[in-house]
């Protein structure tokens, strides 16, 4: 069961020396419970992580569930999240999530049988200008306007290593 191991508990450690106190660490403390509970952050994740800030635990699941990058539901291996704001609807979006849904066998908001794959809409990723934005885990593929650079998006994860978690990499800015 994952738990909230010394690797977690030092980087946070380390975030909060960075903050005036620790309630202001809390994001991206969630951000490392996250990781270390595989990609979800479970209600015990989000109590760990109130328990060990000293926070009260209905505030941070008040932040937690607030924000959608964190995962209150499992996501598989690949957590691919496709922005159908307005400048990535206009470049196309609707046309790529159709596409990926067939090829993935799932519509958006499922999560592949195998459990390797996540499909969700996503508002704005704040990449605008380079529409359209899909984001994978902590990697962005940006100026993705065809089926074909979707297609090299897919087969590149289906041959990523197995032990990844849907959020590593986390920064990563990916042209395709
Ligand atoms: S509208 Fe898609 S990134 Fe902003």
């Not at 490392?32 to 952050?41: D, I, R, T």
């Not at 990449?127 to 994978?136: D, F, G, R, T, Y």
Request: charged share 20%; net charge negative; hydrophobic share 40%.
């Amino acid at each position: 069961m994952p738990t909230l191991n010394d690797s977690a508990r030092a980087q946070i450690d380390d975030i909060v020396s960075r903050y005036p106190n620790k309630k202001a660490a809390l994001l991206p403390a969630l951000w490392v419970a996250q990781e270390a509970y595989n990609g979800q952050l479970t209600r015990e994740a989000q109590a760990e992580v109130a328990d060990y800030l000293d926070l009260p635990r209905a505030e941070v699941e008040g932040v937690a569930t607030y924000y959608t990058m964190y995962n209150k539901e499992a996501v598989g291996k690949h957590h691919i999240e496709v922005c159908h704001n307005v400048s990535c609807m206009i470049f196309g979006a609707d046309a790529l999530i159709h596409h990926i849904e067939h090829e993935l066998d799932i519509v958006a908001g499922e999560t592949t049988a195998d459990g390797v794959f996540t499909l969700n809409r996503a508002e704005c990723l704040g990449a605008c200008c380079n529409a359209v934005a899909i984001q994978v885990g902590g990697t962005y593929f940006e100026n993705v306007r065809t089926k074909e650079q979707v297609d090299k998006i897919l087969t590149e994860l289906r041959m990523a290593p197995a032990d990844i978690t849907p959020q590593a990499g986390l920064g990563n800015l990916r042209t395709v």
